[in-house]
Nanobody, 126 residues
């Protein structure tokens, strides 16, 4: 069973940085993708970044491009470095896994994900 555990959320002032971690385990395939999503109450879950474990392909939503960086290590942990945070980045952040990767790159849509973590809260004060 795939398990995903997020950590690294917290309270930060606008302009500050945080690094989220997603510790993943239980994969039965080497071809998977990890995505980062965020959600605020009343809004749809937004796919903000993802990475393909095989080819390293990445995706960034326009809302975070140039400020957030996704990366992974060799121990199945995926990081989301978040710089120049803005109050509008305040949300619950989730990592998710797509274990049916059919091509290069990664799918940032929430319905493509097969497993989800429980989330970590990020609050950016103005």
């Amino acid at each position: 069973e795939v398990q995903l555990v997020e950590s690294g959320g917290g309270l930060v002032q606008a302009g500050g940085s945080l690094r989220l971690s997603c510790a993943a385990s239980g994969f039965r395939t080497d071809d998977y993708a990890i995505g980062w999503f965020r959600q605020v109450p009343g809004k749809e879950r937004e796919g903000i970044s993802c990475i393909n474990s095989g080819d390293g392909g990445t995706y960034y939503a326009d809302s975070v491009k140039g400020r957030f960086t996704i990366s992974s290590d060799n121990a199945n942990t995926v990081y989301l470095q978040m710089n120049n945070l803005k109050p509008e980045d305040t949300a619950e952040y989730y990592c998710a896994a797509d274990v049916y990767v059919l091509g290069p790159g990664c799918d940032h849509n929430y319905y493509a994900m097969d497993y989800w973590g429980k989330g970590t809260r990020v609050t950016v004060s103005s």
